[in-house]
C-alpha cells in the first residue's frame, strides 16, 4: 500500500491530478449519455412511452452516439491541432452542452436522434483531446493512474446514466447533465494550456509557466529544452512531410496495432451490451430483482474493476491488465449464452438467475478494469507529436465505425443465430487478450520521449 500511494503521490504533480478531475467531470458526461441508454431504450419501446418510437427508431438512438463519434473524431483532430488539446476539451463542453438542451427540448424520437448525434460528436471530440492533453501534461509514473480516473469517470456516469434514466423524465435527465457540462466549462477554463502546444507555437514564457504548473517541482529549463527538441520536426511539417512520417517503419505498425486493438475492442459488442442490459435481463427471465434496479446495481458492482485499475495499469503494465480485463470480459459474454443456452433446453429460470447476473458484473468490471481505460492511456503514448492527433482521428474514427456497425447488427444478429452471437463476441476478446501479449509493446513508466526512441529500436 506505501509503494501504491507513492505511485500515485509524486511530489509536485498535485495539479495533474487538478487537470485529471477536471477531465473526469467531462468523462462523466460522456458516461451518463451511454449508461441512460438502457433504461431510456426499454421505457421508449415500452406501452407506456412518453413519445411514440418503433424497434427501427430505437436502434437508431443506441448507434448514433457512434456514427457521431466518427464524424467527432475529425472535428477534434481538426481542433487540436488548431488551438491545442487543452482549448479542444472545452469545445467538447459547448457541444454537449447543444446536445443536452436538444434533448431537454424533444418531443419526438427525431428529436432524441438528432441529440444522440450531437452528443456523438462531443464523444468522438473527447477520445481525440483528452488523452493527447493527460499525455502531454502528465509524469510518466502516473499517466496511466491519471487516464484511470478519467475512465472512471464514464464508468460512474454510466451507473447514473441507469439510475437517471430509469426514474427521471428525459427533460429533468437532461437539466441534470447539462448542470455538470457547465461546472466543467467553468472550472477547467481557468488551467493553463498545454507545454506541448505553447512551445509548438512559440509561446516560450508561457510553455515554461505551464511547466512549472503542471509539475511543480520540474527543472523547468532542462524541461523546456527537452520539450523543445521533441517537437521541433513538427514546425516545418508539409503534408509531403506528414505523409513521409506516417509510412515510416514505427508509425505505420504502432497506427495498425492501434486500430487493431480498437477493431477488437469494439467487436466485442461492450457498448452494445451496455445499450441492450435491461432488455438482455428480462428475456433472461430475471426475477430476484427488477431488471431496470438490476443494471443500476450491477454497473454499481462494476465501478469495482475502475478503482482496481487504478492502482495496477502503472504497476503491472498496460499489457498484463488489458489482457486480463479481456479475458474476463469475454468470460462474462461466454456466461451470458451459457445461461440462454440452458433456458432453451429447459432449465428453471429461478435456478439460472445467479449465472446471467454473475457474468455480467464480470463483463461490467472487466471493461471498466481495462477495456475502457488502457486503450486511451496507449493512445496518449505511442505517437510521436507530429502525427498523434492524426492518428488518434483515425483510431477513433475506426473505434466509431466499427462500434456503430456492431450496435446496428446486434439485432440481427440475435434474430439470426440467438445466443451465438455472445460466444462471437468473446472470441473477440480471447483474440484481444493474444494480440496485446504477443503484439504490443509495453509503454508503462516511459516519458512520451523513451516511447518513441523505443518504437525506433524495434
Not at 509524486?10 to 495533474?16: A, D, T, V
Not at 463483463?363 to 481505460?373: K, Q, T, Y
Amino acid at each position: 500500500m506505501f509503494m501504491i500511494k507513492n505511485t500515485l503521490l509524486i511530489e509536485g504533480s498535485w495539479p495533474q491530478w487538478i487537470a485529471a478531475f477536471e477531465i473526469f467531470l467531462m468523462s462523466f458526461v460522456v458516461g451518463l449519455e451511454r449508461g441512460w441508454t438502457s433504461p431510456a431504450l426499454a421505457i421508449l419501446l415500452s406501452s407506456t412511452s412518453p413519445m411514440s418510437t418503433t424497434e427501427s427508431e430505437g436502434s437508431w438512438i443506441a448507434s448514433l452516439l457512434n456514427i457521431g463519434r466518427g464524424a467527432g473524431a475529425i472535428i477534434g483532430a481538426i481542433d487540436v491541432e488548431l488551438v491545442g488539446s487543452k482549448t479542444s476539451a472545452l469545445h467538447i463542453g459547448i457541444v454537449q452542452t447543444v446536445s443536452f438542451i436538444s434533448l431537454g427540448l424533444a418531443d419526438s424520437a427525431v428529436w432524441i436522434q438528432v441529440s444522440r448525434l450531437i452528443g456523438g460528436l462531443a464523444t468522438g471530440m473527447f477520445f481525440i483531446s483528452f488523452p493527447l492533453y493527460i499525455g502531454e501534461i502528465s509524469n510518466p509514473i502516473i499517466r496511466g493512474a491519471l487516464v484511470g480516473v478519467i475512465a472512471n469517470g464514464m464508468s460512474i456516469g454510466y451507473v447514473v446514466g441507469n439510475l437517471t434514466g430509469a426514474y427521471m423524465s428525459i427533460p429533468m435527465f437532461a437539466a441534470f447533465a447539462l448542470a455538470v457540462t457547465v461546472l466543467f466549462l467553468i472550472t477547467f477554463y481557468w488551467l493553463p494550456k498545454s507545454p506541448h502546444y505553447l512551445v509548438l507555437t512559440d509561446q516560450v514564457e508561457e510553455a515554461s509557466a505551464a511547466i512549472r504548473w503542471y509539475q511543480r517541482n520540474a527543472d523547468v529549463p532542462n524541461e523546456l529544452t527537452s520539450l523543445q527538441m521533441f517537437i521541433k520536426d513538427k514546425r516545418s511539417m508539409t503534408y509531403k512531410n506528414l505523409w513521409n512520417e506516417f509510412m515510416r517503419p514505427h508509425n505505420r505498425i504502432a497506427l495498425i496495432k492501434v486500430n487493431t486493438l480498437y477493431v477488437l475492442m469494439q467487436l466485442s459488442g461492450l457498448y452494445t451490451v451496455g445499450f441492450y442490459m435491461e432488455i438482455i435481463l428480462t428475456k433472461g427471465e430475471i426475477r430476484v430483482i427488477a431488471p431496470a434496479m438490476a443494471v443500476i446495481v450491477i454497473s454499481s458492482i462494476g465501478l469495482v474493476g475502475g478503482w482496481i485499475a487504478l492502482f495496477t495499469i502503472d504497476k503491472y503494465g498496460r499489457k498484463l491488465v488489458l489482457s486480463a480485463a479481456a479475458v474476463g470480459l469475454g468470460t462474462g459474454l461466454v456466461g451470458i449464452a451459457i445461461h440462454y443456452q440452458l433456458l432453451e433446453v429447459g432449465f428453471d429460470p429461478a435456478s439460472l438467475q445467479w449465472l446471467i447476473i454473475a457474468s455480467i458484473i464480470l463483463l461490467e468490471m472487466s471493461i471498466n478494469l481495462g477495456i475502457i481505460p488502457i486503450p486511451s492511456t496507449i493512445l496518449s503514448e505511442i505517437f510521436s507529436p507530429n502525427i498523434k492527433s492524426y492518428c488518434s482521428c483515425i483510431s477513433n474514427i475506426t473505434s466509431g465505425f466499427v462500434a456503430f456497425l456492431v450496435t446496428q447488427t446486434y439485432q440481427m444478429l440475435i434474430d439470426w443465430i440467438d445466443y451465438y452471437t455472445y460466444y462471437l463476441y468473446a472470441l473477440m476478446m480471447f483474440l484481444l487478450a493474444l494480440f496485446m501479449m504477443t503484439m504490443m509493446p509495453e509503454t508503462k513508466g516511459k516519458s512520451l520521449q523513451e516511447i518513441q526512441n523505443m518504437l525506433l529500436k524495434k
